[in-house]
């Protein structure tokens, strides 16, 4: 079955230092990748999506992911955290002939000052 | 264009008790979905629409949630005889055509409480 894996929980960065979090997949064909971010009693954001092609997609507020295919891995990046991007973070995978998302259980991003 | 709305944001209900949840879709989007976040987890799929046809229900909808979408607009989750169980974030998204090509916008969810 489809699935996602984020193996960390929680991680504390400070503010200023790179960021990278982990996504494993677990997929048949080609995957169709996602990374949301999450902020306290908010819905989910779009920062990303990977669907062919160049393999170092950018996102929206200075995050990138690379898919690499023999990793099964799409881990989300950014060179220099800010406070703000504390929140939590998404990664999905499309499943289900490509009409519902097959998320992970989320990775809880602190910022320390 | 707003995005998705989602109404109420929050509510709190005694067990047993109906509720019923509201989703605006992004108005040109045909297909709208909806998904339960439960604490510390990510969001699992629950069903979704393809203008006002109900295309596909996930196991976690049991018998006591229903949802609808008349006209293929705007839709609404009921779920009766509420349990603990139910207290969730549940989650309205809406994509034009498949997800494959532009991905979803979510609303900002209703935050359910059964006590």
């Known amino acids: 079955a489809q699935s996602v894996t984020q193996p960390d929980i929680h991680i504390t960065v400070s503010e200023g230092a790179s960021l990278e979090l982990r996504c494993n997949y677990s997929?048949?064909?080609?995957?169709?990748l996602f990374w949301y971010v999450q902020s306290p009693g908010q819905g989910l954001q779009l920062l990303l999506k990977?669907?062919?092609?160049?393999?170092l997609v950018q996102g929206i507020k200075g995050f990138e992911a690379e898919f690499k295919r023999s990793q099964s891995s799409f881990n989300l990046r950014k060179p220099s955290v800010h406070w703000s991007d504390a929140a939590e973070y998404f990664c999905?995978?499309?499943?289900?002939?490509?009409?519902?998302?097959?998320f992970g259980t989320g990775t809880q991003l602190k910022v320390e000052l | 264009d707003t995005g998705v709305s989602q109404n109420p944001r929050h509510k709190i209900t005694k067990r047993g008790q109906n509720v019923t949840f509201r989703c605006d879709p992004i108005?040109?989007?045909?297909?709208l979905y909806w998904y339960r976040q439960t604490l510390g987890q990510g969001p699992e799929f629950l069903t979704y629409?393809?203008?006002?046809?109900?295309?596909?229900k996930s196991r976690l909808l049991s018998d006591r949630f229903s949802a609808e979408r008349p006209k293929g607009s705007f839709s609404t989750l009921e779920i009766q005889r509420t349990e603990q169980g139910d207290s969730a974030m549940y989650l309205c998204?809406?994509?034009?055509?498949?997800?494959?090509?532009?991905?979803?916008?979510f609303g900002s969810g209703t935050r359910l409480t059964v006590v």
């Open positions: 998204a809406s994509s034009l055509g498949g997800a494959a090509n532009y991905g979803y916008t």
């Open positions: 997929y048949g064909a080609t995957p169709y």
């Open positions: 990977y669907f062919s092609g160049d393999t």
């Open positions: 999905a995978v499309l499943t289900g002939g490509g009409n519902k998302l097959t």
């Open positions: 108005s040109e989007h045909n297909r």
């Open positions: 629409f393809q203008n006002e046809a109900q295309l596909e």
